[in-house]
């Protein structure tokens, strides 16, 4: 578990803007914890009945948000039916009305409860430590999600269709519509299968091998994937009025690598960079993507070949220069990135980084993790290399050679790598230093995340500049918009930077690692290692978060559901014996027939010195099991009709000890991520003899554990009991089986394969609290050896005979114990109306069947059940706030059964869960945006974007003298920031007008164009000055099988460009754009192009006539309202 984070619900605060490093664990569902916090409803219920009248009035207050017919079209009758469902369930639940026939039994409920490690876990219907979310995709049960994990996401924005939230899976993509009507409403037409409480999707047909990597381009409207069996795909932007739902299929795809393809990003000039294992960097040219994605669908195997065959190889490349670097080109490249700003490509291992021009693609500068140059060298062996290089131009034998030799070289000096780091560094100095993500700003910064926390900021060429430590855990994630920078742990915490690494806000956002993060219609997304996707609002943490908080919180009864079942626990010592099917029947069998789980705890199912130290030594090795505990499961399983009525989800087995759980599989889809434990008690604590198997999973999104345990024997052993007891709660750590390991985690990060061991189930718990201490409930069973003390043999025999279990109760050492306080702090336990359990002789019926040989045992109730929940009174009602409400209908002994000298026990518990309808909490969340009015005043006041002239809309380039755009920003006091892009180059024809304008990949730039700086940072009242210039960049290269084979002169005709100048505020989505045309002279005969001519391109509408078509050199041409303005 994670034992660094404290309990954020000891520091509450009314202000939100910055967020405790702290964190609670968190059932991964909205209603998470919240210690203390209670929320009120304006509603009065003394008169039953006028209440029960008036509900409708309720409803209509809560839900007449809007009264445009659009928004009213949101929400579909069978979600205001549900809505409607919900608050009578609210008022039964107010009114005390019971719709159960089962009448519970008195319960004691032991002393200690409430403090300490036995404190609850706290739970709200909002959690108080952190903003409210938007639930994508709410946490899916681990089991659901095998060979289908969502390993990364990505926003796009499509002009044509709006954002879109875009995720690679194990076996292809799925994508979002995040239109308003979807996002806060959308839900699966009928016939249409779909992931409880999840935002409508699509799904593309499956695919051979996992997404690996993922990147956007919107020039091209489309997406790229690399995958782990090397192939890159290309994806088109869903249309989604006109898309398949499921199935839809890639546009283009090649083999791209010969291992994974573990990182891919599109230049600043539209090429595609990706990176493999090895060292391995490959281009392909936009030209050929651009060839090949025009081709048609009949000719795509032509396309794919094509664009297969263009690429070019840059470390071939390099090592044609006369330059090596072992490290950079021998060590995997994770992690690429594009900085548009500075026009560079950013390659990254975990160890090292190459800087790479994006224009010219050469080799900039190899550094280090502490920022320290690495200089290149030549040895004899590359100088072999460079020969062979030569000679395989034409020689294509050769060229093969030499593909092997650099690969058997590349090998050698990965190894050798390797190896030195573990003898200089140890097993982990090093590696808590690596690289785990990268990610540019607005101002022309990098920052990097590495897996001590640190983060670090770097310029725009690889120089070191600041280190900031805001969490210990390892770095996962960066994602930018604005002046903010977001950043995801390892530990479920995600925190908001400023551009100089100021922390403004920080919580948990997820119970399990954040793997990736995306920017889009208004939020950041958060995508967990179990795959549940969160959306946060983009000005979070800030003032919106509490008036969505309060909001949510009144309106808890119109989106919680409660749902109803039964468990079955049943404990026995088999005393190393084999039951007959009529005895598992009576115990087991006979009581099944109306409940939901089943819950089977066996204590020494097999003994003996042998076989503990087996199964110690089995269990050193990560094995666990027996034949003869096979046998009792095929057994139970048997009796329960397994397969046809029950499914076993998990059990575990420890030396004697085994657990194991059968759910009813018309509820099997909504139980899961199943974990067990093993704690032994025995000698040194090393043996299982004594000890504890647990078994944890969720049902109905609430984490419930089961215990079964068997502690020290004998009658004067109370305090090694207790001990017992206390070391199997503190130490109990589950891990889920080695065949369900999320094996998409090993492609998203190696940091988490860390945090695997003690966190498998994905649970962050508050420090020094054990995992047991965060369950909703706990139901403990077993052998617990508990005695009847201070009394003789022949005295309680006399008792039992009587029926006496009052009497017999005040000398139970249990009941004792846990009146102190000592043992089993919090706990209940049902009424006791049977004998005792402990000790008969075998095959003796009835109670003439209790020990009469020489010992003589004292009978006494060895085996007990005993249970938590989320009640911390007697009287707590199920509800957001207390979510797990349970009650004991059946506790007794099957006497009848005489297999063994312990009578088997059975526990029937009812049980009452509230959870979150999220496709109506949506629907609530929008309809609170909709209609509240201090929520409308912030967001247009957020959304507002800086005032911003540019000095000119047209620029003509004749020579290689740069040209200055300015930028100046009006207002008195925002930061406007500001992108360029090309949004499409064209040739001007011979009549001076431009043809269709068609932009390249990611709307990069041309090569023969350089803009600098390409994005920046306009203070208040300041101009920003971008130099334009035409490159000496005349020849262009074919490449074939990543050696160049053709070259000739660009188009000499004259080109135009419309370039894009987006800008926005500090912290929005909102944005503003100005479009300028430049035309790029090389015949010397552009003229001034007319702006009202009826024969201009599409765009001419689009232009902003701020001055005459000029070239820009200096800067008389400024208004004179800007003069008294001042540039940084």
Not at 374 to 388: C, G, V, W, Y
Request: hydrophobic letters at 35%; one cysteine or more; aromatic letters at 10%.
């Amino acid at each position: 578990m994670d034992d660094h984070q404290d309990d954020l619900s000891n520091n509450k605060t009314t202000n939100f803007h910055f967020y405790s490093d702290k964190f609670p664990f968190c059932s991964d569902s909205d209603e998470d914890s919240a210690n203390g916090v209670h929320f009120r409803t304006n509603l009065s219920f003394n008169d039953a009945s006028s209440n029960y009248q008036k509900t409708p009035r309720i409803f209509d207050r809560f839900d007449n948000s809007s009264s445009s017919e659009d928004e009213g079209d949101i929400s579909s009758s069978s979600s205001y039916q549900r809505r409607l469902d919900y608050m009578l369930q609210f008022l039964d639940r107010k009114l005390s009305i019971s719709t159960s026939s089962d009448q519970p039994l008195p319960e004691f409920v032991a002393a200690g409860g409430g403090t300490g490690i036995f404190k609850l876990p706290a739970r709200a219907p909002v959690h108080p430590n952190r903003p409210p979310s938007l639930e994508i995709r709410p946490h899916p049960l681990r089991e659901t999600q095998v060979g289908r994990f969502l390993r990364n996401i990505l926003c796009v924005n499509d002009n044509d269709n709006g954002p879109q939230l875009w995720a690679g899976t194990e076996c292809g993509v799925r994508v979002w519509d995040l239109n308003i009507d979807d996002m806060y409403g959308g839900q699966a037409e009928d016939g249409e299968l779909e992931e409880e409480g999840t935002v409508r999707y699509w799904e593309s047909a499956q695919v051979e091998s996992a997404t690996m990597c993922i990147v956007g381009d919107g020039g091209s409207r489309a997406l790229w994937t690399g995958h782990k069996d090397g192939r890159i795909r290309c994806w088109k932007m869903m249309d989604f009025f006109g898309s398949f739902r499921n199935g839809f299929q890639e546009v283009l795809a090649w083999q791209a690598h010969h291992g994974p393809v573990l990182s891919i990003v599109v230049s600043s000039y539209g090429d595609i960079w990706s990176g493999s294992e090895g060292g391995a960097i490959k281009i392909w040219p936009w030209e050929a993507v651009e060839k090949s994605l025009s081709l048609t669908i009949g000719e795509r195997n032509l396309a794919a070949l094509l664009i297969e065959r263009s690429y070019i190889d840059l470390r071939s490349q390099v090592t044609l220069n006369g330059a090596a670097y072992s490290n950079i080109f021998t060590s995997d490249v994770k992690y690429m990135l594009s900085d548009n700003s500075g026009a560079k490509v950013w390659s990254a291992g975990f160890q090292s980084f190459a800087l790479w021009d994006a224009c010219t693609r050469e080799l900039l500068k190899v550094f280090n993790i502490d920022g320290q140059i690495e200089n290149a060298s030549l040895d004899a062996f590359m100088e072999d290399e460079m020969r062979t290089k030569s000679i395989s131009v034409s020689k294509e034998k050769a060229h093969n050679s030499f593909n092997f030799f650099q690969r058997s070289r590349n090998a050698i000096l990965g190894a050798a790598d390797a190896v030195r780091r573990a003898a200089v560094k140890g097993s982990f100095g090093e590696d808590n230093r690596r690289t785990e993500a990268l990610v540019s700003t607005v101002d022309g910064m990098i920052w990097t995340g590495c897996a001590n926390g640190l983060l670090v900021q770097w310029d725009g060429n690889g120089n070191r500049l600041r280190d900031f430590q805001h969490h210990s855990f390892a770095v996962q994630c960066f994602c930018t918009i604005g002046e903010r920078i977001w950043v995801g742990y390892i530990s479920g915490a995600v925190q908001v930077l400023d551009l100089n690494g100021n922390l403004l806000g920080e919580w948990a956002a997820h119970s399990s690692p954040v793997i990736d993060l995306a920017i889009g219609g208004g939020y950041v997304f958060t995508l967990a290692n179990h795959g549940g996707i969160r959306g946060w609002n983009i000005t979070s943490p800030g003032p919106l978060d509490n008036i969505f908080r309060t909001e949510l919180a009144g309106k808890e009864f119109l989106y919680t559901k409660l749902e109803n079942l039964k468990i079955l626990a049943g404990t026995w010592n088999v005393a190393q014996g084999r039951a007959t099917s009529d005895s598992i029947i009576s115990w087991l069998g006979s009581a099944a027939t109306d409940v939901d789980i089943v819950v089977v705890g066996l204590q020494e199912v097999e003994m003996g010195a042998g076989f503990l130290a087996m199964s110690a030594a089995k269990e050193t090795m990560g094995f666990e099991g027996s034949s003869v505990g096979q046998w009792w499961l095929d057994m139970i399983g048997k009796t329960l009709d397994e397969g046809f009525t029950f499914s076993r989800v998990g059990s575990r087995q420890l030396a004697g000890l085994l657990i194991s759980v059968w759910v009813r599989n018309n509820i099997r889809g909504h139980v899961g991520d199943v974990d067990v434990a093993a704690v032994p008690c025995g000698l040194g604590r090393a043996i299982g003899n004594k000890g504890a198997v647990g078994l944890r999973m969720r049902v109905y999104g609430r984490v419930m554990c089961f215990v079964n345990c068997h502690f020290a024997a004998h009658l004067e052993a109370v305090n090694r009991r207790n001990a017992d007891f206390d070391h199997v709660y503190r130490t109990m750590v589950f891990s889920r089986p080695s065949n369900l390991l999320n094996a998409a985690s090993a492609g998203v990060s190696s940091a988490i394969q860390m945090l695997r061991v003690t966190n498998a189930m994905g649970i962050n718990p508050v420090e020094g609290m054990p995992e047991l201490s965060e369950a909703d409930m706990v139901v403990f069973l077993g052998d617990f050896n508990y005695r009847l003390g201070g009394i003789s043999y022949d005295e309680a025999r006399d008792f039992v005979s009587q029926r006496c279990f009052d009497w017999l109760k005040e000398k139970d050492q249990l009941r004792v114990e846990m009146e102190a306080g000592n043992v089993f702090q919090g706990m209940r336990e049902g009424y006791i109306g049977f004998p005792p359990s402990y000790k008969f002789e075998k095959h003796q019926p009835g109670l003439a069947g209790y020990d009469s040989g020489e010992k003589k045992r004292i009978p006494a109730w060895c085996d007990r059940i005993l249970y938590r929940d989320n009640r911390s009174a007697l009287a707590s009602t199920c509800s957001l706030d207390c979510p797990v409400v349970s009650s004991i209908v059946q506790y007794e002994a099957c006497m009848d059964v005489t297999d063994s000298d312990h009578k088997p026990v059975r526990c029937i518990l009812s049980v009452e869960i509230a959870r979150v309808d999220e496709l109506v909490r949506r629907q609530v969340f929008g309809e609170i945006i909709r209609s509240n009015e201090k929520i409308k005043r912030f967001r247009d006041e957020l959304s507002k974007v800086p005032e911003t002239i540019v000095s000119t809309n047209n620029i003509i380039l004749q020579n290689q003298d740069p040209s200055i755009l300015r930028i100046t920003n009006k207002s008195k006091m925002n930061r406007a920031l500001f992108e360029m892009c090309c949004e499409g180059l064209a040739t001007i024809k011979e009549d001076g007008q431009a043809s269709n304008h068609c932009p390249r990949g990611g709307f990069g730039f041309p090569q023969w164009l350089q803009v600098n700086p390409a994005a920046g940072i306009i203070e208040p009242d300041h101009i920003a000055e971008i130099s334009i210039r035409r490159e000496d960049y005349h020849t262009l290269e074919e490449f074939v099988d990543g050696v160049s084979r053709n070259c000739w002169c660009e188009d000499a005709r004259d080109k135009e460009v419309m370039l894009l100048v987006t800008v926005r505020g500090s912290c929005t989505t909102e944005t503003k754009r100005h479009r300028i045309r430049l035309r790029y002279s090389i015949t010397g005969k552009i003229t001034h192009k007319n702006p009202n001519s009826d024969n201009s391109s599409p765009l001419q509408s689009n232009l902003l006539h701020r001055s005459d078509f000029q070239k820009l050199s200096g800067s008389c041409d400024v208004a004179d309202h800007l003069r008294n303005l001042h540039s940084p």
